[in-house]
């Protein structure tokens, strides 16, 4: 339930395995995330976070479990992952293994940014909802710089508006544009649409970083070579995203413009991010990207989304609050049909107040999972 005291914002308050949670939201309009799961239950549209290891990652890992080799990304797997990746994005770069979303981003905003400058971003990115400051941490000082945008995008001309606030010694030095691919929203850059944002940054000396958690599936849902929305429209570091498209752990930090890598192996290892048995992180990601699996997995999750929005929009009368261009889908729902799915089992977020709620697609969605959800819905 939420409910507000004095000068506190919104307050949640949920019941989580019988303890009553209470967190403290910025306001009205925030993304916030409701929980509405207790233990057991449903969890296929909560989050992509929540589906298992494919099978491909699976076995890769299984087949670099024999025998001893070097450590510290010193291995086979390792170079092979490597070279892997400058293929698929036909360009030298170089390429670093993290463990998670929150160490890429903020660790290669770290790379980019100097304590004294800042990073524009949506206000609905996550690098500022998600990641409890770790880019204002590991850059020893940044300042997030939020702006808004329809459907999750950045608008260029509130950056413009930005940044001409920031034209004095007292304000932090502007000096990386932040952009999600696919969006918190679910809703993808066109490569027209990051070229005009790279020129931007580019006019103005700025960097543009681009946090790709669901990379694969906007390059899914685009149909385009991956090059095309990354370095050949200005894109100059990209976390590519894995754990979303069937990884168990690991992202890549992906620096385009190589010059800006310098030295990025120890700020990795003082970041806590340098694994030691590199090939059982390295490993899953080959099974990932041999034979397109990552693509057939983002094209797999997207389909789900999109069925699904179909049928709740036709079936069951429910508006669809964002355009559904990836694998989530934006819902509104009354308060009463949420807990009653809830009540049946089914685990997903309430996204922004009042009224809608994100359901997730994962790459093991199934037809009869979201058949299964509708005929609840309908029930």
Partial sequence: MDSRGPGLGFVRQSL??????????????A?????????????????????????????????????????????QWTERVCDRIREIFETECDVYFVFNGTAA???????????????????????HTDECGAAEFFTNGSKLLLIDGANGKIDIGQAEVMIA???????????????TQSTELGTIYAPEEIAAISGFARDREMLLHMDGARFANAVAALNCAPKAITWEVGVDVLCFGGTKNGLAAGELVIFFKRELSREFDYRLKQGGQLGSKMRFLAAPWLGLLTNDVWLSNAKRANRAACQLANRLKTEAKIDIVFPVQANAVFARMNEKLARDLHARGWHFYKFIDPDVYRLMCSWSVTDQDFSDFVADVLH
């Fill in 105 to 127: 981003n903020a660790l290669a905003l770290a790379q980019l940014c100097h304590p004294f400058e800042s990073v524009i971003c949506h206000e609905h990115s996550h690098i």
């Fill in 31 to 75: 993304i916030i995330k409701i929980d509405m799961s207790q233990s057991g239950g449903r969890h296929k549209f909560a989050s992509d976070n929540t589906a298992g290891i494919c099978p491909e990652a699976w076995a890769a890992l299984e087949n670099a479990n024999t025998g001893e080799v070097p450590s510290y990304g010193e291995d």
């Fill in 16 to 29: 989580f395995r019988g303890r009553t949670r209470t967190q403290l939201l910025p306001g009205p309009n």
């Fill in 165 to 179: 606030r920031q034209n004095e010694l007292h304000s932090h030095k502007p000096r990386a544009i932040s952009i």
